[in-house]
């Protein structure tokens, strides 16, 4: 196989922090995006929609759907935690996780942090977002809800997770 051939079927992904670095991975065969894309379509909610969290930055429409949801998963640690205080308030276990910080900028009882960044790989900085879940929440048949800003990371996540955990998530902010 030319140079070439072996270099069109990977791509770079550049990691938004320095430390991160870069890893090679297979780029998705063309048919498959627009596979992926043919499924994507605008719908309807059942449910209206309620603020989590504050007003611009860090806040978030969702449905009104949050009853039985076990834990809320929130990768990405930032200087707010208002959508995370909320889902507390609801009585929903946070389980934030981000190596980038010491700790969540708030404090509260529900409130469960990892020191790691959520990835594709798993090492002393890294865990898989399938689990870090099943380490936190090992019951499949308890709904999820997922917010995750994690700086351009999302598409590699998404990528590696698998489909069993991707379906626990009854509503994602991604």
Request: aromatic share 10%.
């Amino acid at each position: 196989m030319e140079y070439e051939e072996k270099i069109a079927k990977y791509c770079f992904i550049e990691k938004p922090f320095a430390k991160r670095g870069r890893f090679l991975t297979r780029m998705t065969p063309v048919n498959q995006v627009k596979h992926l894309l043919s499924t994507l379509y605008p719908i309807t909610c059942e449910k209206n929609l309620i603020r989590l969290g504050p007003q611009g930055d860090g806040g978030y429409l969702v449905p009104d759907d949050l009853e039985g949801i076990e834990a809320c998963s929130s990768p990405g640690v930032s200087s707010v935690s208002g959508f995370e205080k909320e889902c507390a308030n609801r009585n929903i276990k946070v389980f934030l996780a981000d190596k980038s910080v010491e700790n969540p900028a708030e404090y509260y009882d529900l409130f469960h942090f990892t020191g790691k960044f959520i990835g594709s790989i798993e090492n002393d900085s890294y865990i898989t977002l399938d689990n870090w879940v099943n380490a936190h929440s090992p019951n499949p048949k308890k709904d999820l809800l997922l917010q995750m800003d994690i700086e351009k990371a999302e598409y590699e996540v998404l990528h590696s997770i698998s489909e069993t955990t991707l379906s626990r998530f009854r509503i994602m902010v991604i």
